[in-house]
Nanobody, 132 residues
Framework: QVQLVESGGGSVQAGGSLRLSCAAY??????MGWFRQAPGKEREGVAA???????RYTDSVKGRFTISQDNAKNTLYLQMNSLKPEDTDMYYC????????????????????????????WGQGTQVTVSS
């Protein structure tokens, strides 16, 4: 079982910045990423960080958001700059055990372009509101 606790959401004006944090209460290494969802809309994968440190982003946040993690603190971050009203959503971090293939590769469930059905653990969410 993994407990994920997000923080850092809030209300900002367009062009502002926020940094979201997700504390993962676990001693194991997991696949992790950020999703967001607005009421009545489908959940969207926003940012992914892989076990080798590579990152991926959905097109609408490229160049504005940065995902990072501090393994020593078991904390995942999402730095959000140049925020736009359309970034207003509930933001969730998600975690899933690393998938080991018979060939010894380490895989993670997809994030970008998905709703995150492959992820086993979810935080409670933190609200981000961007006003114009």
């Amino acid at each position: 079982q993994v407990q994920l606790v997000e923080s850092g959401g809030g209300s900002v004006q367009a062009g502002g910045s926020l940094r979201l944090s997700c504390a993962a209460y676990t001693h194991n290494i997991y696949c992790m990423g950020w999703f967001r969802q607005a009421p009545g809309k489908e959940r969207e994968g926003v940012a992914a960080i892989h076990t080798d440190g590579n990152t991926r982003y959905t097109d609408s946040v490229k160049g504005r958001f940065t995902i990072s993690q501090d393994n020593a603190k078991n904390t995942l971050y999402l730095q959000m700059n140049s925020l736009k009203p359309e970034d207003t959503d509930m933001y969730y971090c998600a975690a899933h055990p690393i998938i080991l293939t018979p060939e010894g590769r380490s895989l993670c469930p997809p994030i970008i372009g998905t709703v995150g059905r492959g992820f086993a653990y979810w935080g409670q969410g933190t609200q981000v509101t961007v006003s114009s």
